[in-house]
């Protein structure tokens, strides 16, 4: 059973996504939050695996939430919830260590796909759609780029380019004539050895240090 738990200041959103995560066999509303403070409460207690977390909310919003969300042990996967496609707030969540965002009007079989989705330790958006958010939104002064970087491979490094302009594992399979299991190899080693998360991790981390 993944236990999720919802964090909005709208009473009648919150009662619909309970209704609909409910509704399914293999999830379960655990826990509910009408702003950052009160979420920050009882998500730990009630040990969400995956928190749907409203970005704008009274009292503490949710870019203040999931930053201390994530910094408690073992602590729960978060996906931000918006009501804008290409949401700067958005962009600052992924950077703290969100697995994604969702627009509040996404449909309800793609939420709860989502859901599933993080769970089992995937990105809600894919590396493409990270790229176009980044791209549009502009990221922060960049850093420079830290000497674990110099521990891939040539091979490596031109792998981690393609990653990071959005490029899926098919894509960069046909453009450098590999196997998709090939390339799929080379991306869980640039993770391990950058100490990245996930594909969207590593399109976050080329922007910050301006490697795309």
């Given at each position: 059973m993944?236990?999720?738990?919802?964090?909005?200041?709208?009473?009648?959103?919150?009662?619909?996504?309970?209704?609909?995560?409910?509704?399914?066999?293999?999830?379960?509303?655990?826990?509910?939050?009408?702003?950052?403070?009160?979420?920050?409460?009882?998500?730990?207690?009630?040990?969400?695996?995956?928190?749907?977390?409203?970005?704008?909310?009274?009292?503490?919003?949710?870019?203040?939430?999931?930053?201390?969300?994530?910094?408690?042990?073992?602590?729960?996967?978060?996906?931000?919830?918006?009501?804008?496609?290409?949401?700067?707030?958005?962009?600052?969540?992924?950077?703290?260590?969100?697995?994604?965002?969702?627009?509040?009007?996404?449909?309800?079989?793609?939420?709860?796909?989502?859901?599933?989705?993080?769970?089992?330790?995937?990105?809600?958006?894919?590396?493409?759609?990270?790229?176009?958010?980044?791209?549009?939104?502009?990221?922060?002064?960049?850093?420079?780029v830290?000497?674990?970087?110099?521990?891939?491979?040539?091979?490596?490094?031109?792998?981690?380019?393609?990653?990071?302009?959005?490029?899926?594992?098919?894509?960069?399979?046909?453009?450098?004539?590999?196997?998709?299991?090939?390339?799929?190899?080379?991306?869980?080693r640039?993770?391990?050895?950058?100490?990245?998360?996930?594909?969207?991790?590593l399109?976050?981390?080329?922007f910050?240090?301006?490697?795309?």
């Amino acid at each position: 059973m993944i236990r999720v738990a919802l964090v909005d200041d709208q009473a009648l959103f919150r009662a619909g996504i309970r209704m609909l995560v409910d509704s399914q066999p293999d999830l379960e509303v655990v826990a509910e939050a009408g702003d950052g403070s009160e979420a920050l409460a009882v998500i730990p207690a009630a040990g969400a695996d995956v928190v749907l977390m409203d970005i704008r909310m009274p009292v503490m919003d949710g870019l203040a939430a999931t930053e201390q969300l994530l910094r408690m042990p073992d602590p729960p996967r978060v996906v931000m919830l918006t009501t804008f496609d290409l949401d700067e707030a958005a962009a600052r969540a992924i950077r703290q260590g969100a697995s994604g965002f969702l627009l509040k009007d996404a449909d309800p079989e793609f939420l709860l796909a989502a859901i599933r989705t993080v769970h089992a330790g995937s990105a809600v958006i894919a590396a493409s759609a990270t790229r176009d958010l980044f791209a549009h939104v502009g990221g922060t002064a960049v850093r420079a780029v830290p000497p674990v970087y110099a521990t891939l491979t040539e091979r490596e490094k031109e792998i981690f380019a393609l990653a990071a302009r959005g490029l899926s594992n098919a894509e960069i399979a046909a453009s450098e004539y590999l196997s998709e299991a090939t390339v799929k190899t080379h991306i869980s080693r640039i993770l391990t050895k950058l100490g990245l998360r996930d594909r969207v991790q590593l399109v976050v981390f080329a922007f910050d240090h301006g490697l795309v």
